[in-house]
């Protein structure tokens, strides 16, 4: 049977792939932020999963603003690294698991999570910067992937109920798969910051810190938050938030947290980093 060991809770800030891909990480700016991957990395070298469920979402790069998937399913071989407009990073090329991944296509569909399903995705900063900051810069990724995407970018996305109950679903047709595998399953994007606007450069850090808290302690009253409330205290891309309660929906009623780590400024983005351990 496949079983799910842990959840990690990540921004996916591009400028931090960037910093590993042209050696940055050792400047004054970006260490801080790179020493405190260190443990989360030692974490995942002795965890060693088989398969990665990494729940993101698509900025506008495999879907255009004219094809917006509420939510959607990566089933192929391989996902090529996107180009978002410099060039693809040179990162290894996603392997899939298309058999786990038509297995919870089948199943979330039929059990009323209308997945749209992409048989040709490229991934953008929103997944490959995840695997670099847990993975670092390995010759291939150590584990196949399951890209499942969110829509966070058009209005409306969906609620962080409706999110934190796709990831209970994902946990329950996981443990239906009769394959002996173990998985870990991403939340990324995050955590308080605006890209435009007026606003541009809001960072919450009593926000981001209590959101952390909570979503050991207390996912759903997090739930019930509303899209505004994410908007008026994380500023427009914190809403990417939801997704880390889908991540935590996928590890049941209580976890233990194993590592955390926070750090201001990455970029223009406050960078969170959890991760959790069901128990
Ligand atoms: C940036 C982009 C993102 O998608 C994000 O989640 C955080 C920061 C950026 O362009 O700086
Ligand atoms: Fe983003």
Sequence with gaps: MARIVAGIGTSHVPAIGAAMDNGLTDSDYWAPLFKGYGPAREWMRKTQPDVAIIIYNDHASAFSLEFIPTFAIGVADTFQPADEGYGPRDVPVVVGHPALAWHLAENLILNEFDMTIVNNLAVDHGLTVPLSIMFDQPDVWPCRVIPVCVNVIQYPPPTGKRCYDLGRAIARIVASFDEDLTVVVFGTGG?????????AGVINQPFDIDFLDRLVSDPIGLTERPHVDYIREAG???????????????????????YRHYHVPASNTAAGLTVLEPV
């Design 191 to 199: 955590m308080s910051h605006q890209l435009q606007g007026e606003r």
């Design 236 to 258: 427009s891309e914190g809403i990417e938030l939801v997704m880390w309660l889908a991540m935590r929906g996928a590890l049941g009623e209580s976890v233990r947290q194993v």
